[in-house]
């Protein structure tokens, strides 16, 4: 499983089924979960598919976003997208053009995951005076840092093995601090700044798509082939009220989106390198998550880019107002 989370009040625990004696009262958001998750092969067939057919009657055009990229200059214009039955859920096909998206990935893989930002790699490594961020480390092929179990000093001196590193990374957090187990911001601690680049590159998507939005948390979530994250209602924000804003790199994967409760109906949503949902209005209290991530999916023009630590993986920044 990707990401561990707390049970909520009513929530059913993770169901471990045995071959031949499954359990027959599963809610429509575990059922959707359990068409696509796993390593059978995958049935698209009526999965969403935004680049297929803008006449799926399931879809509608919801606005129109004209945007200027902010960080290639791009100019982006793509019809928003609602779903029937998922009032406030919003996609935008390919609205970041390929050379932001390189940008976003590679800083994925360096500023934003850079101290004080906060990985899952924080948790069992202190970092020595000689780091100088991720991506330095492997470009130069060499990584030193301090476990935390022994205060031992290691040294990773083979590419491959900072690479391999690296690539353990699953989630970093932006902004304000998050304590995955209590699901809970910790409001006490001065918040570490939301990278001023990506708050502007935030800020103009959500403007595009009508929205006033102030970024101030944000997570970064590392996806690899097989894993997934379990639906879940994001609700650790004080406010509520403003949209939810995600962004998509890397390879394709399923994206469920369901209602206030977990027997709502669910659509299944495929997923892009460059699309962009907002969870806004009433979906914001919607369960989502992302069943499964779709390989052999990953777009050439990104593969073609120097952050091979991106290679068979997708990234996805979620980005968050809090007050
Ligand atoms: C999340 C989330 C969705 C995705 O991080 O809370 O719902 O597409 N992510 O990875
Ligand atoms: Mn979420």
Redesign the pocket.
Known sequence: MHRQRVLEPGEEPPQYVIAGHEPQNLTAFRQAERLYRGKKPVDLSTAIDFTRDSADPRVFVAGRYRVTDPWCGSVVEQDIYGIHGHEGFLYIPSAIPIASQVLLATRCFSTYINPPNVTNLNAHYDFTPHFHGYLDAYRIGSLQLMRKADGQSIVLNQESDVESLIRKIRWATLGFHYNWTSKQYNFDNSPNPFPPDLAVYCQTISTGAGFEFCPEAG?I?Y?QPGDS?TG?V?RSERNMSVPLL?L?LGLS?I?LIGGAGRNDPVSAVI?RSGDVSLLSGPSRHFY???PRVLEGTFPDAIFGSKVALLRNSRI?I?VRQVN
């Open positions: 997570i979530n996806y994250l879940h994001d995600s998509s994967a994206f997923v989502h998550g992302v996805n979620n």
